[in-house]
């Protein structure tokens, strides 16, 4: 792999204004010069596009695309990606921020890492509120910024299934080939990491690289926070989604051990639809661990 391979940063705004032009910005103070900028505004109804407009007149190299319509974070990447040319891909929402050596280390690590047929790297991330003051890291870290925890790397499919912090999904890279022979991201569903994660999983190792290398804002308005929200349209979308994509997830799974941490990821889904009043998808999150639970009895007698 060539070390300074084309890195593809695809920046997706909605709404978000405020934030977007320091995001651009952190793209541009890269210490590592190949790269290519595409950037997606999904028909905000704020002035986004003309922030990014006004942005573009001194960056003239960058592709941008503005939707018509709003079509969504999952569909506007892949619409991205499809002009993308680099070797590597970033997904980045236009109210994070990069550090100046996340493309750089990434890269280097892609050409490092002792693992092969590698999909991901990712690295640790800051988690700053809207003023962007530092709230605390995704990964707990040390005196000297390193995890407290080892990651699991190489094959970490078991390990997403089970859930929990196995992915920081807003500091990866992609490889371009992995993403293409997996079709992108799933366009039916209300968000992307999940489903993605754990189908380049299962066909792609997964490297981690301990270093914080970017950070991630929390706010109000953010994807994730509509997960605690009760009777909130996109909060139902959000939980038919994780629904579909368990769902599938059945016929990616050839093992016991893979069942069984996929039924720990049910069991904790089951509590969390319950406790936020999504109770039809609760009944269906109950049928569906019974159904692993008798594949569980059919792996003992084919064993």
């Known amino acids: 792999m060539h070390h300074n391979s084309l890195v593809t940063i695809i920046c997706t705004c909605y709404n978000q204004h405020e934030y977007v032009t320091a995001c651009l910005d952190s793209v541009i103070s890269q210490d590592y010069s190949n790269i290519e900028i595409i950037i997606v505004d999904d028909c905000s109804t704020d002035d986004s596009k003309l922030v990014i407009e006004n942005w573009i007149k001194s960056n003239l190299t960058v592709r941008f695309l503005s939707n018509e319509t709003n079509l969504g974070i999952t569909k506007s990447f892949n619409n991205a990606a499809r002009y993308a040319t680099g070797t590597y891909l970033v997904d980045l929402a236009a109210d994070d921020l990069l550090l100046p050596h996340f493309t750089s280390s990434l890269v280097k690590k892609f050409n490092q890492s002792r693992h092969n047929n590698l999909g991901i790297v990712y690295g640790n991330a ?42 920081c999904s807003v500091s990866a890279m992609i490889k371009k080939a992995a993403f293409d022979q997996l079709q992108g991201y799933d366009e039916s569903l209300a968000y992307e990491d999940l489903d993605f994660w754990i189908r380049c999983s299962r066909n792609y190792s997964f490297d981690f690289l301990d270093d914080v290398i970017m950070q991630k804002r929390n706010v109000q308005a953010s994807l994730s926070s509509n997960f605690s929200k009760k009777n909130n349209r996109l909060a139902r979308q959000m939980y038919a989604s994780t629904y579909s994509i368990l769902t599938n997830t059945l016929q990616l799974n050839s093992k016991i051990e893979e069942d069984l941490a996929l039924q720990k990821r049910v069991h904790h889904s089951i509590i969390h639809s319950f ?28 064993d």
């Open 126 to 167: 800051a988690l700053v509120d809207h003023y962007g003051d530092f709230k605390s890291y995704y990964f707990d870290v040390n005196t000297s910024n390193k995890v407290l925890k080892k990651r699991v790397t190489g094959d970490i499919y078991t390990t997403v299934l089970t859930g929990g912090d196995s992915i």
């Open 275 to 302: 406790k936020n009043g999504y109770y039809q998808l609760t009944f269906k999150y109950v049928f569906l661990r019974a159904k692993l639970s008798w594949r569980k009895i059919a792996y003992h007698y084919t």
